[in-house]
């Protein structure tokens, strides 16, 4: 019976996802030709293409580098708010859950444009910047990395406060105080009591960042600018600009590769190291 | 079954019979059936003023439904050539770029024109067909420029490489191809070269050109101030004039590439005939006019006189006529891929 009821969600994940990604295998083998979009063939030219190019390596090593550095972004800023959470009893938990999670019902491409009225040239940061007296012509702060790091760090908060806070709550506090008998001091209690029990939340929030920070596209568009390439917008631009299927395939399985071996090697890592 | 249950047998079939009665009073044309045809077209204005000056008023008349199918170019384009060994397609008539149709065309996915069935035919200017395309509107690349802050005005491509004008060039990141063509055209290179203007776009990075993600953000930078020269098809210019962008157009020395919507026939269109009645349509003097009027595109018919005041701000006098250049959609169709990869790992780098 319980085989059963998997059955339809099985179903539609093989039909939804996994024969699409068959299917794209496929096309990634075929070639390109102008024109005719994609000649059936059987060869690995576009992986070659894309790991011989140092262009195409650049792209990939700057899109782990932004994921890496907003998720430790999201990590750092977002397990104090999660511990806040967590443990405050005040009658106002429930509006602040909803407060931080209230920017998700407004899509990534609004709220990239949000950033952009913020960052422009005569946006509102360099007017707050240059009224105050501490710039004289205003800084370049669209079409940056750290603008999309920014960005994407500010969408991907609430994910990380969300998993660490649930995970948080189920720490009995009675642990913690039990250490503080013990002598130990906070940032002790810290280090060898909650986040060693937090651990499979950091993991399941951490990757969860990582696994959107690889794959964002709204953000890195608006915010980065035509001359700063990720690898989502650099897949689109292959199948949607140039009509290269075989060679925007390849980019996607290299893209999907890449971000479950990393997700898979620290899940395993960090397992081995934290378990109990 | 008790009488206060009023669910009885009779009801059951009445209801029905309403249902069914309401079903039919929903249908069009109640006596005469409505024609139905798909056009694969850019959303937007355009497709918002083809209902207006084309569907609306000629084609409704005759019955005929106008349904859009909305996306980009390369989308549609890449539709047509998967759907090519179905029987039937999805879409009946497709408005491209004619680079876009002489791709479609090399690929052996269009239908070819019979000119006959078409009316308003004969009053096509001559660069305006092939037999695989009807133009319907038409514009040419200038320099668009403001006039407060670049002065004197500019009268060739080889003014944006001006360093009097460094930091104030701007360049669109889809319009890679109009680029080329335009450093090409100074570089020693020509509508079958682009080779050269890769050295000449070069020398642009030490210029300070700011680089804007589409046309929509270079308006945006026109009006602000932060750039005071482009490059743009002059129905564009003229829509951005009327946004309240101040910018005046120039038409560069060297020649006015043009820019041709093209509309074409798949193969495997289900509805032909209404397709060819929607060439007709597109092609009568009054839908030309609205166009111009409310799109800044020239029209591509002899007949179609649009008003003095419009003319001058769409159109290209004489001698600006004298100097229009037709690309070679071949060269572009094969050279597209190695081009925007150099513009992407090179120009962008």
């Given at each position: 019976?319980?085989?059963?009821?998997?059955?339809?969600?099985?179903?539609?994940?093989?039909?939804?996802?996994?024969?699409?990604?068959?299917?794209?295998?496929?096309?990634?083998?075929?070639?390109?030709?102008?024109?005719?979009?994609?000649?059936?063939?059987?060869?690995?030219?576009?992986?070659?293409?894309?790991?011989?190019?140092?262009?195409?390596?650049?792209?990939?090593?700057?899109?782990?580098?932004?994921?890496?550095?907003?998720?430790?972004?999201?990590?750092?800023?977002?397990?104090?708010?999660?511990?806040?959470?967590?443990?405050?009893?005040?009658?106002?938990?429930?509006?602040?859950?909803?407060?931080?999670?209230?920017?998700?019902?407004?899509?990534?491409?609004?709220?990239?444009?949000?950033?952009?009225?913020?960052?422009?040239?005569?946006?509102?940061?360099?007017?707050?910047?240059?009224?105050?007296?501490?710039?004289?012509?205003?800084?370049?702060?669209?079409?940056?990395?750290?603008?999309?790091?920014?960005?994407?760090?500010?969408?991907?908060?609430?994910?990380?406060?969300?998993?660490?806070?649930?995970?948080?709550?189920?720490?009995?506090?009675?642990?913690?105080?039990?250490?503080?008998?013990?002598?130990?001091?906070?940032?002790?209690?810290?280090?060898?009591?909650?986040?060693?029990?937090?651990?499979?939340?950091?993991?399941?929030?951490?990757?969860?960042?990582?696994?959107?920070?690889?794959?964002?596209?709204?953000?890195?568009?608006?915010?980065?600018?035509?001359?700063?390439?990720?690898?989502?917008?650099?897949?689109?631009?292959?199948?949607?600009?140039?009509?290269?299927?075989?060679?925007?395939?390849?980019?996607?399985?290299?893209?999907?590769?890449?971000?479950?071996?990393?997700?898979?090697?620290?899940?395993?890592?960090?397992?081995?190291?934290?378990?109990? | 079954?008790?009488?206060?249950?009023?669910?009885?047998?009779?009801?059951?079939?009445?209801?029905?019979?309403?249902?069914?009665?309401?079903?039919?009073?929903?249908?069009?044309?109640?006596?005469?059936?409505?024609?139905?045809?798909?056009?694969?077209?850019?959303?937007?204005?355009?497709?918002?003023?083809?209902?207006?000056?084309?569907?609306?008023?000629?084609?409704?008349?005759?019955?005929?439904?106008?349904?859009?199918?909305?996306?980009?170019?390369?989308?549609?384009?890449?539709?047509?050539?998967?759907?090519?060994?179905?029987?039937?397609?999805?879409?009946?008539?497709?408005?491209?770029?004619?680079?876009?149709?002489?791709?479609?065309?090399?690929?052996?996915?269009?239908?070819?024109?019979?000119?006959?069935?078409?009316?308003?035919?004969?009053?096509?200017?001559?660069?305006?067909?092939?037999?695989?395309?009807?133009?319907?509107?038409?514009?040419?690349?200038?320099?668009?420029?403001?006039?407060?802050?670049?002065?004197?005005?500019?009268?060739?491509?080889?003014?944006?490489?001006?360093?009097?004008?460094?930091?104030?060039?701007?360049?669109?990141?889809?319009?890679?191809?109009?680029?080329?063509?335009?450093?090409?055209?100074?570089?020693?290179?020509?509508?079958?070269?682009?080779?050269?203007?890769?050295?000449?776009?070069?020398?642009?990075?030490?210029?300070?050109?700011?680089?804007?993600?589409?046309?929509?953000?270079?308006?945006?930078?026109?009006?602000?101030?932060?750039?005071?020269?482009?490059?743009?098809?002059?129905?564009?210019?003229?829509?951005?004039?009327?946004?309240?962008?101040?910018?005046?157009?120039?038409?560069?020395?060297?020649?006015?590439?043009?820019?041709?919507?093209?509309?074409?026939?798949?193969?495997?269109?289900?509805?032909?005939?209404?397709?060819?009645?929607?060439?007709?349509?597109?092609?009568?003097?009054?839908?030309?006019i609205g166009f111009a009027e409310t799109m800044g595109y020239n029209p591509t018919v002899s007949?179609?006189?649009?008003?003095?005041?419009?003319?001058?701000?769409?159109?290209?006098?004489?001698?600006?006529?004298?100097?229009?250049?037709?690309?070679?959609?071949?060269?572009?169709?094969?050279?597209?891929?190695?081009?925007?990869?150099?513009?992407?790992?090179?120009?962008?780098?």
């Amino acid at each position: 019976m319980a085989g059963a009821l998997v059955g339809p969600a099985t179903l539609a994940v093989v039909l939804g996802l996994l024969v699409p990604l068959a299917i794209l295998f496929r096309y990634s083998l075929n070639r390109f030709v102008p024109g005719r979009l994609m000649v059936d063939a059987l060869t690995v030219e576009n992986y070659v293409k894309f790991f011989t190019d140092p262009y195409y390596m650049a792209v990939l090593v700057r899109t782990l580098r932004v994921s890496a550095v907003c998720m430790v972004l999201c990590l750092v800023m977002g397990f104090p708010l999660a511990y806040a959470l967590a443990r405050t009893r005040s009658r106002w938990k429930s509006a602040v859950v909803m407060l931080v999670v209230l920017p998700l019902f407004v899509g990534n491409a609004v709220r990239a444009a949000g950033w952009m009225v913020m960052f422009g040239s005569r946006g509102l940061l360099n007017t707050l910047l240059g009224v105050v007296g501490l710039i004289d012509h205003p800084l370049q702060l669209m079409y940056t990395e750290a603008a999309v790091i920014v960005g994407i760090t500010a969408v991907n908060l609430p994910f990380m406060v969300l998993t660490l806070e649930s995970v948080v709550e189920g720490i009995d506090p009675a642990i913690e105080e039990a250490a503080a008998s013990l002598g130990a001091r906070p940032p002790q209690v810290f280090r060898r009591v909650i986040l060693p029990l937090a651990m499979p939340g950091v993991l399941a929030g951490t990757i969860l960042v990582f696994i959107l920070g690889m794959n964002a596209y709204a953000t890195p568009i608006l915010l980065g600018g035509p001359r700063f390439q990720m690898m989502g917008p650099l897949v689109y631009g292959q199948f949607a600009g140039l009509n290269n299927w075989p060679f925007g395939a390849a980019l996607s399985f290299v893209l999907m590769a890449a971000t479950l071996s990393l997700s898979a090697v620290s899940n395993l890592l960090i397992q081995r190291r934290y378990r109990r | 079954m008790n009488s206060s249950n009023r669910f009885t047998r009779r009801r059951f079939v009445k209801g029905l019979a309403i249902g069914v009665g309401l079903a039919t009073l929903g249908r069009p044309g109640r006596g005469t059936a409505a024609e139905k045809m798909v056009l694969g077209t850019w959303g937007g204005d355009y497709s918002k003023l083809l209902t207006q000056n084309v569907e609306t008023p000629i084609l409704t008349p005759k019955g005929i439904e106008v349904v859009h199918d909305i996306a980009g170019d390369p989308q549609r384009r890449a539709k047509l050539v998967a759907e090519q060994r179905l029987p039937r397609g999805t879409t009946d008539l497709q408005a491209l770029s004619a680079a876009g149709s002489r791709e479609m065309f090399n690929a052996g996915v269009l239908e070819t024109i019979d000119y006959s069935k078409i009316a308003n035919a004969p009053n096509l200017l001559a660069q305006m067909k092939t037999p695989y395309s009807v133009g319907h509107i038409y514009s040419g690349q200038v320099i668009l420029y403001n006039p407060a802050t670049i002065s004197p005005a500019p009268t060739s491509y080889n003014d944006l490489w001006d360093p009097k004008h460094a930091g104030k060039v701007g360049v669109i990141d889809i319009q890679y191809v109009g680029m080329l063509e335009a450093a090409a055209l100074v570089s020693g290179g020509n509508m079958e070269n682009f080779e050269p203007g890769k050295a000449k776009l070069m020398e642009l990075r030490k210029l300070n050109f700011k680089m804007f993600p589409t046309n929509e953000a270079m308006a945006q930078a026109l009006k602000t101030g932060e750039v005071g020269m482009c490059v743009m098809w002059k129905a564009r210019g003229v829509m951005w004039q009327n946004a309240g962008v101040p910018v005046q157009a120039v038409a560069p020395k060297e020649g006015v590439v043009l820019y041709v919507s093209d509309f074409v026939i798949p193969k495997n269109a289900p509805n032909k005939a209404a397709a060819y009645a929607y060439l007709d349509a597109m092609l009568a003097p009054s839908a030309q006019i609205g166009f111009a009027e409310t799109m800044g595109y020239n029209p591509t018919v002899s007949n179609a006189k649009v008003p003095d005041a419009v003319a001058k701000r769409i159109g290209f006098t004489k001698e600006e006529q004298a100097r229009l250049l037709s690309p070679n959609y071949d060269y572009i169709a094969k050279n597209d891929s190695q081009l925007k990869e150099w513009w992407d790992k090179i120009f962008k780098a």
